[in-house]
């Protein structure tokens, strides 16, 4: 009887094996689908947002975090005051598997001066995207690109 349950049971898995194997093209990137990160930055200073201020908020590939090449999706959002909140939306074909990317962002005046800034990229899980805080420090004369 017992012979007869672990052949039986061996029967129906064989197929469902093979076709997982058979849905794998043997492709080791396949493009996901786009990913849409949601939070909001702010800074602790009690300063008031400059009117026409904007803030940039970009996602980067940590390996190359401080290079302008690193950044696979940006983009800038109106500050009228603090938390400024964002949405960003990543195209799955810039997404590489196995790769960590952190958020950084910057808030910037009307003359596109910097204001304040994030210290180190905020670390992201794009595979299961929570709602960001991104926390903003002032810029003492320094100059992004």
Known sequence: MRRMCLSVCAALTLPLAACQSADKTGSTSSPASSVTLEGQASYLERIAVTPGSMLHVEVVDMRHAEARLGAIAGDKF??????????????????????????????????????????????????????????LVRAHGEKIE
């Open 78 to 135: 109106t500050a009228s005051r603090v938390p400024i909140p964002f949405r960003l939306t990543i195209e799955g074909a810039k997404i590489e598997p196995n790769v960590q990317y952190g958020v950084r962002a910057s808030l910037r005046d009307v003359d596109d001066r910097l204001q304040f800034k994030t210290e180190q990229p905020v670390p992201i899980d794009l595979k299961a995207p929570a709602p960001l805080e991104i926390r």
